[in-house]
């Protein structure tokens, strides 16, 4: 292979965002130190090749265009994706560290190839990342549905949004509940801040369901944990606390004491919800996706082949 150092050192992202779509499906959860030195590499990566761009022919101005849209609206477009609630946290810090690290496309000569094979005419990278990896995610309620015909759960739609589940699985599932008592939602409970409520409590779902009527009340409360931040497999420690009597299940209280949203997690919802796990066998949950493992496949494509939406318009004469 032949290729400049800057784009042989950008090769690095793949691993690391392998791992991190890796950690996206059996935690949610990515440490923000992944992407420091990712950050880091790019920023040096982008001064390097600056200096051979300061004749400012029209070459070097286009390079600089380039680097520009990438820092100055993929970037911003992945933090008003996430404040959209269309990303998660680490969904942006991936995507803007790729718009620093792979601003403008790479080239790796191969014999007889030359890779990416399908460059844009606006030649920005991180553009093509993200707009691989939406047409791959767009893919997911495909395979939802698929999956939901295979195990018999087939109702429209809730079986290209979402999966039935046992409710007792709920303790190592990552998503929301798509049932209320009253019917169907998008917003439902989250299933982590269902795990802190419980952390907090110093309980389990198992126990939970065994005694609803009891664990209602409030009184029952004695004492309160620490809730974490409702990862599956997270432990507990003491830090005593109360509730009022008027308050079913200690839902205002837990909110209160944490400190926290709980995922934008509200009392009623928080009681409706375990009304839910404590009364049904199964449940219907919307997963949501893991946004990183679209983001790194798209990543690989885009490294490879290029860019999917310019190819297939390029395929049907458009452009």
């Known amino acids: 292979m032949f290729a400049s150092v800057p784009d042989l050192l950008r090769l690095v992202v793949l691993p690391l965002l392998g791992w991190a779509a890796w950690r996206d499906i059996e935690t949610r959860r990515v440490p923000s130190v992944v992407w420091y030195p990712l950050v880091a590499l790019g920023a040096a990566l982008l001064a390097w090749e600056s200096l051979g761009h300061l004749a400012f022919t029209p070459l070097d101005q286009l390079y600089f265009l380039r680097v520009g849209i990438s820092l100055l609206f993929v970037a911003p477009l992945s933090y008003v994706f996430w404040r959209l609630g269309g990303f998660g946290g680490a969904d942006a810090k991936a995507l803007i560290t790729i718009s620093i690290l792979l601003p403008t496309f790479p080239r790796y000569l191969l014999p007889g190839l030359g890779l990416p094979v399908v460059r844009t005419t606006l030649g920005v990278f991180s553009m093509t990342v993200l707009t691989n990896t939406v047409v791959l995610a767009v893919g997911y309620p495909l395979a939802l549905g698929v999956r939901n015909l295979l195990d018999g759960s087939v109702e429209l739609p809730l079986m290209f949004l979402g999966r039935r589940v046992s409710v007792p699985s709920l303790s ?32 389990t779902l198992a126990e939970l369901r065994e005694r609803p009527e009891r664990l209602r009340d409030p009184n029952s409360i004695t004492e309160t944990h620490d809730p974490t931040d409702g990862a599956v497999g997270d432990g507990m420690a003491v830090d005593g606390g109360s509730v009022e009597a008027e308050d079913p299940w200690g839902a205002e209280a837990f909110l209160e004491d944490i400190d926290s949203t709980a995922y934008g997690t509200t009392p009623e919802k928080l009681r409706d919800g375990l009304q839910v796990v404590t009364s049904r066998e199964e449940v219907w949950i919307s997963p949501g996706i893991p946004f990183l493992v679209p983001m790194f496949f798209g990543t690989v494509l885009a490294f490879t082949y290029g860019d999917i939406v310019f190819g297939v318009v390029g395929a049907l004469g458009l452009v």
């Open 172 to 203: 190592t599932a990552h998503g929301r509940l798509f049932e209320t008592t009253t019917g169907y939602t998008r917003n439902g409970l989250d299933i982590d801040a269902l795990r802190m409520y419980l952390r907090w409590r110093g309980t």
